[in-house]
């Protein structure tokens, strides 16, 4: 069933990202930095590729955009994810004063915003993004689901 609404071009860019990452082997995430609807920033996984333990999508965008801006405060920006970031990358995007989390699927098992730590409602964080959840959450749990089991 297709969502009563158009999907948002940095989502659906970050699943063409996600997928892109499939194809190498990644874990099927994407994450893209958008200034004023412009895409500044994006990255997929590429933790194995990069042998970087910290080279998730979002810490990959967020590099990238704030490359783009050159600083590092990416106030006024927007990030786009297929999965719910983990407490490292929610910390980062608490760092750089992102305005708004868009995330397509939950993670029950590594999420950081509304599962496990839940970390923008802990008094240490010093910035809190708005969160918009579960857009685009079927494909990407999909392409996640079907990644893990062709593993299996």
Request: proline share 9%; aromatic share 6%.
């Amino acid at each position: 069933m297709a969502p009563p609404f158009p999907l948002p071009a940095p989502m659906r860019r970050a699943l063409h990202l996600a997928r892109q990452a499939q194809a190498a082997g990644e874990v099927p995430i994407g994450a893209v930095v958008t200034r004023d609807g412009v895409i500044i920033g994006e990255g997929e996984n590429r933790n194995r590729r990069d042998r970087d333990p910290t080279a998730h999508a979002e810490i990959v965008a967020l590099r990238a955009a704030a490359t783009w801006l050159d600083d590092f405060r990416l106030t006024g920006c927007d990030l786009w994810v297929t999965l719910e970031p983990c407490p490292m990358c929610a910390g980062a995007i608490a760092h750089a004063r992102i305005a708004r989390l868009y995330y397509a699927a939950a993670d029950p098992k590594g999420g950081a915003i509304e599962q496990g730590p839940r970390l923008f409602t802990q008094p240490q964080c010093l910035h809190r993004p708005d969160v918009y959840a579960g857009l685009a959450e079927a494909e990407a749990s999909a392409l996640l689901r079907d990644f893990f089991a062709a593993r299996r």
